[in-house]
């Protein structure tokens, strides 16, 4: 099994990257139901102030290549759009359990 953590930095006010926080979440959320290798997600908004990154995500997909899938499937490059202009920067860590 494979964990693929992965941490976004958005820009703009508070307001505008809460906002497009909550879209990509929402996105995030219906992925395992649309991507067969894809055996969860979890994600979450940061929810203290004095830290710089805003959302953070885990997904558990059984294969180093399954992350790969995942990464390319339609439903995840759609999800991925949501947040393309806001992005800031991205922080990943891919990991055998």
């Given at each position: ?30 992925l395992p139901s649309q991507i067969d ?52 920067a991205r922080a990943c860590v891919d990991?055998?359990?």
């Amino acid at each position: 099994m494979v964990k693929h953590i992965v941490m976004f930095k958005l820009q703009g006010s508070d307001e505008a990257r809460r906002e497009v926080a909550l879209r990509f979440k929402a996105a995030l959320d219906k992925l395992p139901s649309q991507i067969d290798v894809l055996q969860s997600i979890e994600t979450a908004l940061n929810e203290n102030p004095d830290e710089d990154w805003d959302i953070v995500l885990t997904a558990i997909v059984p294969t180093m290549a399954d992350v790969a899938t995942y990464a390319k499937h339609p439903a995840h490059v759609a999800a991925a759009a949501i947040i393309k202009d806001a992005k800031q920067a991205r922080a990943c860590v891919d990991y055998t359990c």
